[in-house]
C-alpha cells in the first residue's frame, strides 16, 4: 500500500535540520580534522568507523538522551529541569572547543527561531543561548515534531555535517561521502530507540578519541574549521 500522508510537522522537521540553516554546523569538525591529520582517520572506511563510533558511543549515551529530557521539560513547563539538562550537557562537553560550538551555535538559533515564528519565552533565551540543544528542543516542540522524528532528524543532522567535513579534509569523493550517510543512516532508528531508553544515572559520554582530537585540535597549526 502506497501511502501519500505529508505533515507539516514532517517538513518543519527538514527545515529543522537543514544544512541551510545559517547557525554554523558546517564550520566545525570537532576534532575530526586532527584525526585526519595525525593519521587516525585517512581513507572512507575509517571514516565511517569514527562516525559509527560517535553514533554508537555520544549518540546514544548524551546526545539522545539529553534531547529527550530538554523536550520533555519544554512540554511540561518544567524550568528547573530544562535548566538543569541544559548546564549537565554543557558541563558533559570535555573541551573548550566542544563547549563553544554548543553556545555559538545556541546563540545562533537563539537569534534565528522568532524571525521563523518559533515563540521563545524570555525565561528560557538564556538558557537556548548557552546551548543549542535547548533551542533544537524548542523549535520541534513548537512545531508540534514528535520526539523520536527530532531525535532522528538530529542525528541525521549532525551525521551529514560531519561526513560531509571529513569529505573535505581527507578528502574523499563526493560519493564517498553520500554511501557514508546511506550506510550509517540505516544504524539511526536504533539508535534513538536505545537513546530514548536510557536512564538519567546511564547519561554520559565516553569518547576519549574525540576528546584528544579535540583537544588537539584548538593548537593545530593549520586548520580550516573552527576552533
Known sequence: MVTTDC???????????????PIGGFTYSQGLEWAVECGWVTNEAQLMEWLDDLLTTN????????????????????FEALTYWSHYLIASRETRELREEERNR???LASLLPKLG??????????IKGCQSTGF??????WNI?????????????????????????PLGQTAGQKIIAQLTTHIPDIVKTGLQIEDD???????????ASTLHETQYTRIYRS
Open 7 to 21: 505533515t507539516l510537522a514532517q517538513l518543519r522537521l527538514l527545515h529543522l535540520v537543514s544544512p541551510s540553516l
Open 59 to 78: 549518540m546514544v549515551h548524551l546526545e539522545i538522551p539529553i534531547l529527550a529530557r530538554l523536550y520533555k521539560a519544554i512540554d511540561e513547563k518544567e
Open 106 to 108: 545556541g546563540r545562533a
Open 118 to 127: 518559533i515563540a521563545v519565552p524570555k525565561e528560557i533565551a538564556p538558557l
Open 137 to 142: 528542543a524548542q523549535a520541534a516542540h513548537f
Open 146 to 170: 514528535p520526539l523520536a522524528a527530532a531525535a532522528a532528524g538530529f542525528i541525521w543532522g549532525w551525521l551529514e555535517n560531519i561526513t560531509l567535513a571529513g569529505v573535505k579534509i581527507v
Open 202 to 212: 546511564s547519561i554520559g559520554n565516553a569518547c576519549p578519541a574525540l576528546a584528544i
